[in-house]
């Protein structure tokens, strides 16, 4: 899996939009970005993915940059309950390999009331 | 999705013994995996528990020290043999299974197992 690079950590007051970045420079033509979230005490979870259109689901939005360099995990109306680490993992979506996830040091998001 | 159950959620024990550590899925998965996660770091993978043949362990992880059983595709242990302080961690369980009509995979996970050892 191709590496990625996160801020350590970021603030976000309660109600507003959460943007987090994260920079995969090295992305392959076959892999997906996929991002996940850790909140304390508890396993991972998924939130969504994306190849190279923006995505939205119920969770957040996705947004891809065109040369797929980077992309950017939108929570709109961020919650306390968002407190968690968010893992920004890309991966190939089928095939020998596609199944471990490779986790980086994620970004630690702290929601302020 | 996949609902996993770990037990147990956490233990302390003496360095020297061994604890094992049950993942039960609620659906049939081809495959399962074990991940470590230190104090203060993320998951790192351990080994795949393949069903029916031996575990794939990663790299720096040895079937001595952490033996895995998959006696059915439900179902898995990890063990964590001779336990010494360094082996504090959570140990989460994970699967893979197909999310909805996409041709795709998706990873899901227990909710882990705190260990202390002291």
């Known amino acids: 899996d191709a590496k990625t690079t996160q801020p350590t950590s970021m603030d976000c007051a309660e109600g507003r939009a959460a943007n987090l970045p994260c920079n995969h420079s090295?992305?392959?033509?076959?892999?997906?970005v996929y991002w996940y979230r850790q909140i304390h005490s508890q396993g991972p979870q998924y939130i969504i993915h994306?190849?190279?259109n923006n995505e939205t689901n119920e969770m957040a939005s996705l947004i891809i940059t065109e040369d797929r360099k980077s992309s950017t995990l939108i929570l709109p109306h961020a919650t306390l309950r968002d407190t968690a680490v968010y893992y920004c993992i890309v991966r190939v979506l089928t095939g020998a390999g596609s199944y471990q996830l490779t986790f980086g040091k994620g970004t630690k998001l702290s929601v302020i009331p | 999705s996949a609902v996993i159950s770990q037990k147990p959620s956490r233990d302390i024990c003496q360095r020297g013994t061994s604890l094992t550590i049950q993942c039960q899925v609620d659906s049939q998965v081809t495959m399962m995996f074990w991940y470590r996660q230190q104090p203060g770091q993320s998951l790192t993978l351990i080994a795949t528990a393949n069903q029916g043949s031996e575990a794939t362990y990663e790299s720096g992880f040895v079937i001595d020290k952490f033996p895995i059983s998959r006696p059915n595709l439900t179902f898995s242990t990890l063990t964590v043999s001779n336990m010494s302080p360094e082996d504090s961690s959570i140990y989460l369980c994970s699967v893979v299974k197909n999310r909805g009509t996409r041709r795709n995979t998706e990873a899901f996970f227990g909710q882990g197992t705190r260990l202390t050892v002291v």
């Open positions: 994306g190849l190279k």
């Open positions: 090295t992305i392959s033509g076959n892999e997906y």
